[in-house]
């Protein structure tokens, strides 16, 4: 039996978050993600918060799944950037999260759980097929 893709990929980027710095939300949020999606961890979540510069620090996470893995970063100090238009926003509360699974799961629910935890003022993803 031939397949016609391997997995999914889901990416998610939010802003404006005032819960991007909190170690004990994190770890829920992957908790809930993992039930929600149903997927099986392997392993602990390893969660590092690092940075020397503020564009960069924050809590950087991936959690290995029976089924590929899970990570993201999320941004926790004021920093000023620019979107493709030029104008000017505060990166702080941003979390950029990707989810790759070779099992199938529900984009919504995944999404949901971001929302959920995190809290975001926008959010935006895109899916995409892995072959």
């Known amino acids: ?5 391997f ?3 889901l990416t998610v980027d939010f ?3 005032e819960f991007v710095d909190k170690e004990q939300v994190i770890r829920d949020f992957m908790d809930d993600l993992c039930k929600t999606i149903e997927m099986t961890k392997y392993g602990d979540l390893q969660l590092m ?3 020397d510069t503020p564009e960069v ?3 950087s996470f991936v959690q290995l799944i029976q089924e590929s893995n899970i990570s993201g ?3 926790s100090y004021d920093y000023m950037m620019k979107d493709t238009e030029g104008n000017e926003y505060n990166n702080k509360g941003a979390g950029y999260i990707n989810i790759f699974s070779c099992k199938e799961f529900s984009t919504d629910l995944a999404i949901e759980c971001v929302q959920r935890h995190f809290k975001p003022f926008s959010l935006v993803y895109n ?3 892995r072959i």
């Open 1 to 5: 039996m031939m397949m016609d893709k």
């Open 7 to 9: 997995g999914k990929e």
């Open 15 to 17: 802003k404006g978050s």
């Open 49 to 51: 918060f690092f940075g």
């Open 57 to 59: 620090a924050g809590y």
């Open 73 to 75: 970063h999320l941004c």
């Open 127 to 129: 899916c995409y097929d």
